[in-house]
């Protein structure tokens, strides 16, 4: 349909050129030297998905660097596992952010709304990923458990004492 014998079609040739003007389009806005939005959402979205490929690393490879199953199936399996793993830390993560920055506001913190979208529910230093883990199911009373006090000591900080 796109091509015969080595040769594009007309309606091939046509797709070919359609594809070119968006290149084009895109390519211009991205060295336009007047108008960087384009670059700066460009760049914006480059790190969000940088650092959720981070988070996916350190959770999927416990900073090891290796995947241990020997068969495409299983690599499948353990992939997609990843993925289940890692959208549970970004709706846990993103909970208590949303937690958090309501109790703020209740205590008469000004939080502005430009500042809370800048949060992100993909930095995970707060994360144990090496270890063993326990599953068991348990319901806090409402839903969430108690955030910290900024001003008690924090006894589970990772500051590489012991």
Not at 50 to 60: P, V, Y
Not at 97 to 114: P, S, T
Not at 120 to 148: E, I, M, W
């Amino acid at each position: 349909m796109f091509g015969r014998e080595g040769h594009p079609t007309p309606l091939g040739q046509a797709f070919a050129e359609y594809g070119r003007i968006a290149k084009t389009l895109h390519l211009l806005a991205v060295v336009d030297p007047v108008d960087d939005t384009y670059r700066r959402q460009m760049h914006k979205q480059l790190t969000v998905q940088e650092s959720r490929h981070k988070l996916a690393r350190d959770i999927c490879h416990g900073k090891k660097g290796t995947i241990h199953q020997a068969y495409r199936d299983r690599t499948e399996d353990q992939l997609g596992s990843l993925g289940l793993v890692l959208n549970a830390v970004v709706l846990w993560t993103t909970r208590y952010i949303d937690a958090a920055v309501a109790q703020l506001r209740a205590e008469g913190h000004e939080i502005r709304d430009e500042d809370a979208a800048r949060l992100s529910p993909l930095k995970h230093k707060n994360l144990n990923c090496l270890g063993r883990y326990n599953f068991t199911a348990s319901q806090p009373v409402d839903g969430l458990r108690p955030l910290r006090d900024p001003d008690a000591v924090n006894l589970d900080d990772d500051d590489g004492e012991d």
